[in-house]
């Protein structure tokens, strides 16, 4: 019995892939309740350099944290406390 031989880029694939780490979420872990649009330390770890939301599958946040984590970013923006751009 003749056994197929393996292409190359199946080898390569399997060289390359490595099993992701769960990511959980921040606010969950450090357990608090809410997100505070006053707390612009921990808001800024979710704002990219140019000022854009960091994703919720980037960042690792639950989907509730994470629709609550945008309202606040939005709320500290309009209060001036957040930056919309940073050039």
Known sequence: MRVK?????????????MPARKKICRFC???IRG???????R????IKERGKLVSARISGN????????VEAVKR?????LLPYTRV
């Open 35 to 41: 997100v505070d649009y006053k707390d612009v330390k």
């Open 62 to 69: 639950c989907a509730k944290h994470q629709r609550r984590l």
């Open 29 to 31: 872990a450090d357990k």
């Open 5 to 17: 031989p393996k292409l190359k880029k199946d080898i390569k694939k399997k060289d390359k892939f």
């Open 43 to 46: 808001l800024e770890q979710f």
């Open 76 to 80: 500290a923006r309009f209060l001036s």
